[in-house]
């Protein structure tokens, strides 16, 4: 059964920093594309950003580009998502999802849209 759990999550102060943990399992992350997901309260889920299968690609949401950094280490199922210089506006639940299997790699994408499988969430609470 596929599953993703994230962790990691917390209470941070602005300025703070906080790494997300997206551990995988069921399936091989080899052939699969990730995403990271926030949703605020009152708000649509909005792509973060995105790792394609081979980690050639990645992208951001223009509002964390700079201060958030997507990885993957296959060999241990994990997709992590270091945040850093954290905003009250970064508050929300953070949502890690796969797309796939791919055979070749191919661009991820910040669209919910394609992502198949979801994990139940981590909360993010930025706040002095």
């Known amino acids: 059964q596929l599953q993703l759990v994230e962790s990691g999550g917390g209470l941070v102060q602005p300025g703070g920093s906080l790494r997300l943990s997206c551990a995988t399992s069921g399936f091989n992350l080899d052939y699969y594309a990730i995403g990271w997901f926030r949703q605020a309260p009152g708000k649509e889920r909005e792509g973060v950003s995105c790792?394609?299968?081979?980690?050639?690609?990645?992208y951001y949401a223009d509002s964390v580009k700079g201060r958030f950094t997507i990885s993957r280490d296959n060999a241990k199922n994990t997709v992590y998502l270091q945040m850093n210089s954290l905003k009250p506006e970064d508050t929300a639940i953070y949502y890690c999802a796969a797309e796939g299997p791919f055979v070749l790699s191919r661009l991820c994408t910040l669209s919910k849209g394609p992502y198949a499988y979801w994990g139940q969430g981590t909360q993010v609470t930025v706040s002095s």
């Open positions: 790792i394609s299968r081979s980690a050639g690609s990645t």
